[in-house]
């Protein structure tokens, strides 16, 4: 089992800046991609950023020029630097966590969600 323990939510106001981090835990996969998702009412949870292990990187289009996501593989942890954030950046993230190995369906696995709200 993988635990994710996410950290760095909070309320910041329009055209600000938040940094949530992600560390994870457990039965770790040398070959693994970390992310984070963002879910909001009424809504899909979709994917905003996530890293390969051998850093490639992928961004949703909305928060591709504003989001940097990070990984340090050493400690396992993932952080997710937003800037110029706006109201419809407010949301539920959580952190992702998932592998798999030959003949096996891929695992994930999801932190518990940390509120991200921007007020104007």
């Known amino acids: 089992q993988v635990q994710l323990v996410e950290s760095g939510g909070g309320t910041v106001r329009v055209g600000e800046s938040l940094t949530l981090n992600c560390a994870a835990h457990?039965?770790?996969?040398?070959?693994?991609?970390m992310g984070w998702y963002r879910q909001t009412p009424g809504s899909q949870r979709e994917m905003i950023a996530a890293?390969?292990?051998?850093?490639?990187?992928r961004y949703e289009e909305s928060v591709k020029s504003r989001f940097t996501i990070f990984r340090d593989r050493a400690r396992e942890t993932v952080t997710l630097r937003m800037d110029h954030l706006r109201l419809q950046d407010t949301g539920v993230y959580y952190c992702?966590?998932?592998?798999?190995?030959?003949?096996?369906?891929?695992?994930?696995?999801w932190g518990p969600g940390t509120h991200v709200i921007v007020s104007g």
């Open positions: 992702w966590y998932t592998y798999s190995s030959d003949g096996e369906k891929a695992s994930e696995f």
């Open positions: 890293e390969t292990v051998d850093g490639r990187v």
């Open positions: 457990g039965e770790l996969s040398s070959s693994n991609t």
